[in-house]
């Protein structure tokens, strides 16, 4: 942005010029009119803080009304480009929005110019944010009405493939979209709340399946992913104890998931969490470690059983002597605080035999098997 200092008298633009700037104005007063001569007709008079200008910008067409500087004035220039970036960043449908507002107050400019009523019927396109906007609203009405569905993905011994336990994982089932992906329903469900009914939903048949899996104390575990809603209030300890009792699964064979996104907002409220969730013999694990930056502070404070770490470290431990070198060091830091670990991302043999050079005696990944419905599994389970 730049600035623009106009005289008292001068012309900013003119009707029908085409629009490739917008201004704010920051010192003076602008006349905003339509016509020439005795037809000239004064719309307003706008005073600092206000804009103008923006609507040719914004729907692309030629200035609707010129603008002349009534006293000396100092106006911010804003570009065509530093408003179609500003649009492409917003949401969709407000970005949608604002274009229709647009038009619609163009239409109103007009008939009232004209002396016409401005009732009417108007109709357009259905443009990419109402469609995102419907979008929303089945995914919405999916969550709610319960097509949220657990997928189990088995965590294995490194040493032998033995399944020790299940990360449960969430999809969602809807008539227009399908079987949709976490990325395609999870943040709409953070936005809204909705992300506690998933999580709860998720936490209560994911125990349902421990159970039925195994009614063994000692039965491979099932792990859950809350979200940073349950981390603002201290109720979820207690929903999690109620659903243990219920389907008559030892709380230690439930681990509650969190990420660091979750923690930075409150520790001290995730801490104390931490330890209602031990007190009650819940084991937590730090998920997805190694994409962020404050990993190591979360280790030293609060007291994890577990830790998963994230597929890009993973990946690259074949190849990278440095990522080697930072897993080594990992696990003798975990080994030293009785932290274990968990290798996400698992794809192939040769990683397998890495992360054991390594030390480590836990993974998941696409190597041992894909996420699949959770009754799929219990009847493979069953049938072993």
Not at 297 to 324: C, E, M, N, W, Y
Not at 343 to 363: I, K, N, S
């Amino acid at each position: 942005m730049h600035n623009r200092d106009v005289s008292a008298g001068e012309a900013i633009f003119a009707e029908g010029d085409t629009a490739d700037t917008a201004y704010l104005i920051e010192r003076g007063a602008v006349e905003i009119a339509v016509g020439r001569g005795d037809d000239r007709k004064v719309l307003a008079q706008l005073g600092p803080g206000e804009v103008f200008g923006e609507m040719g910008l914004i729907d692309g067409t030629p200035r609707s009304a010129a603008a002349a500087a009534v006293s000396d004035c100092r106006l911010v220039v804003v570009t065509s480009d530093q408003i179609r970036q500003a649009i492409a960043r917003s949401d969709p449908f407000f970005a949608e929005l604002m274009r229709k507002l647009v038009g619609r107050l163009r239409q109103t400019q007009t008939a009232l110019l004209q002396g016409n009523d401005i009732i009417g019927v108007r109709t357009s396109d259905i443009g990419p944010g109402y469609s995102e906007l419907l979008r929303e609203r089945d995914i919405a009405q999916a969550i709610i009405e319960g097509s949220v569905e657990p997928f189990l993905q088995p965590i294995v011994d490194l040493h032998d493939g033995r399944t020790l336990g299940f990360e449960t994982l969430a999809r969602c089932r809807s008539e227009q979209a399908g079987l949709m992906q976490p990325f395609d329903f999870l943040p709409l469900a953070r936005r809204t709340g909705l992300i506690r009914r998933v999580d709860l939903g998720m936490a209560e048949r994911a125990l349902a399946c421990c159970r039925r899996i195994s009614g063994e104390a000692d039965g491979p575990f099932v792990s859950i992913n809350v979200s940073a809603w349950h981390f603002q209030t201290d109720q979820l300890p207690d929903s999690l104890t109620r659903m243990a009792e219920l389907h008559g699964v030892v709380p230690s064979r439930v681990c509650v998931e969190i990420t660091e996104s979750v923690l930075i907002d409150d520790i001290a409220l995730a801490e104390r969490t931490m330890d209602d969730l031990h007190d009650a013999g819940f084991r937590v694990a730090l998920d997805d470690f190694g994409t962020g930056f404050s990993s190591l502070t979360f280790l030293h404070r609060l007291p994890f059983d577990l830790i998963k770490v994230d597929g890009i470290l993973v990946g690259g431990a074949q190849t990278s002597a440095r990522q080697r070198a930072m897993l080594q060091g990992l696990v003798e830091l975990c080994d030293r605080l009785d932290i274990e670990l968990i290798a996400e991302g698992v794809e192939d043999a040769g990683t397998v035999r890495t992360l054991l050079d390594l030390g480590f005696t836990m993974g998941q990944g696409a190597h041992f098997a894909l996420p699949a419905p959770a009754e799929q599994v219990i009847a493979a389970w069953g049938r072993e």
